[in-house]
């Protein structure tokens, strides 16, 4: 019976519990209760706006509290249609602001395959320049087709970027070396950073000074008090010994406890019958004849 009820209960949960008033005209188990698949996520739809989870594509300004958020930091936003690009339908995505009231507005940009900005917020520009920090700077679309379709053009990109890598090459050198005196032997790092390890754990678990000064102080307490333990019963029995000695060789002997109580006399014996009669048997002749 509970496992009937548990898979009743998980059959429910998965929402392919039909009750037993469900009829097919009735349509779908949405349908019938007069709810949407996506519940709460629709709670708008009527409006044409649908409640979902949106991360920030780029970091981006709140103009309402001057704050800076992250990419990929996620909110609530109501997203709806504004328009199409073509064929391609732009949604518009509102969402409030976590530390302030400030609503900000973002829709997707088709054309650019990008996202804009409406309002509420502002987009954190990061300018880059590969060629100004002393970087690789990589090829655009035009520049590689023009290394496609001009020989000369590639042979010269191809001349120059070899002298950067020959006037780079030092400084490559020197970087490759730290690296293998820093990183060189993993093993050997990880084998003296285990031994480190041991090492700190070891005089973790070391007693200090106060505990060794202490543990001393009590172990000389426990010594002496069991030597004069030891002493007492060494002296009560040495002193007993001496006693006996000297009695001994002043010739007197202990007393018994026999002669201090008090001495029964003997009872005489009972007489013997048989001999009793044999004494009232004899008589005199003189008086047997008489």
Not at 262 to 280: Q, R
Request: with cysteine; charged share 30%; net charge positive.
């Amino acid at each position: 019976m509970a496992a009937q009820l548990t898979t009743l209960k998980a059959t429910q949960a998965d929402g392919m519990y039909y009750p037993p008033h469900w009829r097919p005209e009735m349509g779908s188990l949405d349908k019938m209760h007069g709810s949407h698949h996506l519940t709460h996520q629709a709670k708008k739809i009527k409006e044409g706006i649908l409640i979902v989870r949106i991360e920030l594509p780029f970091p981006i300004w709140c103009t309402g509290c001057n704050n800076k958020f992250a990419l990929a930091t996620r909110y609530t936003a109501e997203k709806f249609c504004v328009g199409k690009y073509l064929s391609t339908p732009v949604y518009k995505f509102k969402m409030k602001c976590h530390k302030c009231p400030q609503m900000h507005e973002m829709r997707t940009d088709p054309a650019n395959f990008d996202y804009l900005c409406v309002s509420g917020c502002r987009r954190d520009v990061r300018t880059w320049d590969m060629e100004e920090n002393g970087q690789v700077s990589f090829t655009d679309s035009a520049e590689r087709a023009r290394l496609d379709t001009d020989p000369m053009f590639a042979l010269e990109k191809g001349k120059n970027d070899k002298n950067v890598h020959d006037e780079r090459k030092p400084e490559l050198l020197k970087l490759k070396i730290e690296n293998a005196v820093k990183h060189g032997d993993s093993f050997k790092l990880n084998r003296a950073l285990r031994a480190g390890l041991r090492y700190a754990k070891w005089h973790e678990n070391e007693s200090t000074d106060d505990e060794k000064a202490l543990a001393k102080v009590i172990m000389t307490q426990k010594v002496k008090s069991a030597g004069s333990s030891k002493s007492q019963e060494a002296q009560n029995k040495l002193k007993g010994a001496k006693r006996t000695l000297t009695l001994s060789k002043l010739g007197v002997s202990k007393k018994s406890k026999s002669s201090d109580e008090f001495v029964k006399p003997a009872t005489p014996p009972k007489p013997n019958s048989a001999k009793m009669g044999l004494i009232c048997d004899y008589s005199d002749s003189s008086e047997d004849e008489s």
